[in-house]
């Protein structure tokens, strides 16, 4: 019992017939394809940001000290420290009432802590600009708020 093949789903390819035989025929069939799209890419980073995540000390410390020397920040230097929008900034100020420690840690009032419903053990985002000499602490409670938004934002609506 014969069967027949089962008929050709594709064309075959009908090369030019040239001078060169097939070779030529080859060169002169356009096989090329369109090129592929490249994938848009961030802008290099302009500012000088520094980023670090710590944790708050039993005593309200914040005790990465890497921010701290990169801002040039040493126990004599008075800053000002304010809670903002559930944020806390800090900045030199000749008035201010606060100060780095003698170990080069940063103490974070009480009473700054409890309205940014930050707690010992958790751990803070501190966004420090050196050139423009101030750092943010970002306390879990605004990491949630900044980072649910942009993930709604990029997954379209869709909470995290």
């Known amino acids: 019992m014969t069967t027949e093949p089962p008929p050709i789903v594709i064309p075959p ?40 995540m710590t944790a708050v000390d039993h005593s309200g410390r914040i005790a990465d000290r890497t921010i701290i020397r990169a801002m040039s920040w040493h126990a004599a230097i008075r800053l000002d420290m304010y809670e903002q929008n559930g944020l806390i900034i800090v900045r030199p100020d000749n008035r201010g009432s606060h100060s780095v420690n003698g170990r080069g840690y940063l103490p974070v009032p009480s009473a700054i802590r409890q309205w940014c419903g ?18 943010v602490l970002h306390p879990p409670k605004a990491l949630d708020r900044a980072v649910g938004s942009a993930h709604a934002a990029a997954l379209g609506g869709e909470g995290t």
């Open 13 to 52: 390819v009908q090369l030019p017939q040239g001078n060169g035989g097939i070779r030529n025929g080859l060169a002169e069939l356009s096989l090329r394809r369109a090129p592929l799209p490249l994938a848009a890419l961030l802008e290099p980073r302009e500012g000088a940001l520094l980023y670090s």
């Open 118 to 135: 930050l707690t010992a053990g958790e751990r803070v985002l501190v966004v420090a600009d050196p050139v423009a000499q101030v750092a």
